[in-house]
């Protein structure tokens, strides 16, 4: 009797703790879900005025004469985010490559916590040490390179404090990718006379390529949404940028500049929603797009 009480008891608690861990797995599928018809929601208002198309490509923003162009803010986006990942991407991917195969095991223990102390600083920090150093830089060391007198408020600048601000971010998965791959693989390739280089660039980075991918989709992902460093050095004026070193407004600066004061005007709430809306679509494009690159990466290794 006692067993078949003690039996009935674990089926019971084997079902309680199946069924929060499979709530807990819908909720996480259905958040991006949620957030998005949230979004939609409140900017539905706007769509039932002007066409999607009209606003997307649009480049007229002037929300109080009923202009909601977003063009010019989602092309700056596009051009910070670029810049930071090319800035970053290198850096993180050889750092990762010399911390997991050319520097001893102490180096790379001293560099863990260094690299979690870089990606837990406030954004507000690396938007301060922006305006302090990376301002004046662009404006007295690259504007005169290119022969152009500028304020230092732009792309470029935001590009390269995004870049800073992501770089722990993509650092750590690719330490954590080179690491999974199996010591047996780099020593085999030597024991066969290959350099360590041999291995690295042959070997090692044809194995970890799905993981290389998805640590810069991830960082880019992550970098598309940042708001409060990017705002204080991007210059924030509202026109389609041609060069890194003009200015540009990205979207999420948009959003964190206006939603506060314009709450009282229905159209422009429902414009900054739309924005934040459009953003949600943006990532999650990336983020199938990267999925479907590596799908397809796994199945040719």
């Known amino acids: 009797m006692a067993l078949q009480v003690f039996h009935r008891t674990r089926i019971l608690r084997s079902r309680i ?3 929060w861990m499979t709530f807990a797995l819908v909720f996480s599928l259905l958040l991006p ?46 051009w910070v985010t670029m810049i930071a990942l090319l800035v970053a991407g290198p850096v993180c991917l050889l750092s990762a490559i010399h911390l997991t195969q050319y520097a001893k095991p102490i180096v790379l223990r001293i560099m863990h916590p260094v690299i979690d102390i870089l990606a837990g600083i406030p954004s507000v920090i690396y938007g301060v040490w922006g305006v302090l150093v990376i301002v004046p830089f662009t404006a007295d060391v690259i504007g005169p390179i290119f022969h152009k007198s500028i304020t230092g408020y732009s792309i470029l600048s ?30 085999v390739t030597l024991s066969l006379g290959a350099t360590r280089w041999m291995v690295v660039k042959h070997v090692l980075i044809k194995k970890a390529f799905p993981g290389i991918v998805s640590a810069f989709s991830l960082g880019l992902s992550r970098a598309f949404g940042e708001t409060i460093a990017v705002l204080m050095v991007v210059g924030n004026v509202t026109h389609i940028p041609t060069g890194a070193l003009q200015p540009g407004y990205p979207l999420p600066a948009l959003i964190a500049n206006n939603y506060g004061e314009m709450l009282s005007v229905p159209m422009y709430d429902s414009a900054l929603m739309l924005a934040a809306f459009v953003l949600l679509v943006i990532v999650i494009m990336f983020n199938i797009v990267s999925r479907w690159m590596i799908h397809r990466l796994e199945k040719n290794i």
């Open 17 to 19: 703790h199946s069924s």
């Open 33 to 78: 879900v949620i957030l998005g018809i949230g979004l939609y929601l409140k900017s539905a208002s706007l769509l039932q005025e002007y066409s999607i198309w009209e606003i997307l490509f649009s480049s007229k923003w002037k929300p109080l004469s009923g202009q909601f162009g977003m063009l010019p803010f989602i092309i700056s986006s596009l």
């Open 158 to 187: 935001g590009g390269i404090v995004l870049a800073v601000m992501i770089i722990p971010f993509i650092l750590n998965i690719l330490i954590e990718v080179f690491r999974t791959i199996p010591e047996e693989l780099t020593e």
